[in-house]
């Protein structure tokens, strides 16, 4: 069993991730600002800020895993989350976790030698968002993360998210950097689908240090 904190875990990706890892046997600790209107039986909802120093150190010392699935801006656009990863890695380190996000499709490459997604004919006012995330793997890839960090970073298909659920296939595909697309061209993966390739990685470990990319 495997002790697993996610940050956001009330939120679609995070519950979903939430939902897999306890059907599986692993224990589980969502992380929010405020209490789920929905809790999921089996998984401890705590509350707290991602900003509180000490308390993700605490999370990082008490899990094996520590998951972050929040957004990387506010809602004016303003990043939060990417002046946050030094200190999340630091107690990701001292607690003796494996550092995780939840990632942005923005950073997939459209084909092997580029460009990002996010440099094509992406929506406006998601660009902040992706722009954001994509920092935050460059960082992770960079010589400024602290040694001894371990972390994955998983991205999603392009057409990812809670305004389009899909349907739980019980398969995926990924790839390293490159989008991936189905037999009609569609770049698509469900919540349930996503939650699986994540936790399948937790249990496997199979892309330490390294982003990867799921997808139909």
């Known amino acids: 069993m495997t002790s697993i904190a996610i940050i956001g875990g009330t939120g679609y990706t995070g519950s979903n991730i939430a939902a897999e890892a306890v059907k599986r046997g692993h224990s589980v600790t969502a992380v929010s600002r405020h209490a789920p209107e929905h809790p999921l039986e089996g998984v401890t909802y705590v509350q707290g800020e991602i900003s509180d120093q000490g308390f993700i150190e605490k999370l990082a010392a008490d899990h094996d895993e520590l998951v972050v699935a929040i957004h990387a801006v506010d809602a004016d656009n303003q990043p939060v989350l990417p002046p946050l990863v030094p200190m999340l890695a630091d107690a990701a380190i001292k607690g003796g976790a494996r550092l995780s996000f939840v990632g942005g499709a923005g950073s997939t490459l459209v084909a092997p030698a580029g460009p ?10 998601y660009k902040p968002e992706a722009i954001a995330h994509a920092g935050i793997l460059d960082w992770l ?47 698509q993966i469900s919540g349930a689908d996503y939650a699986l390739a994540y936790v399948d990685e937790i249990e496997q470990r199979k892309h330490i240090n390294q982003r990867f990319v799921v997808g139909y």
């Open 116 to 125: 990002r997604l996010v440099d094509t004919d992406f929506p406006e006012e």
């Open 141 to 187: 890839r960079s010589d400024e993360k602290p040694e001894g960090l371990q972390w994955f970073y998983l991205s999603p298909a392009a057409e990812y998210g809670a305004w389009n659920p899909g349907t739980a296939l019980g398969s995926y595909r990924t790839s390293a950097d490159v989008m991936l697309t189905d037999d009609e061209g569609r770049s």
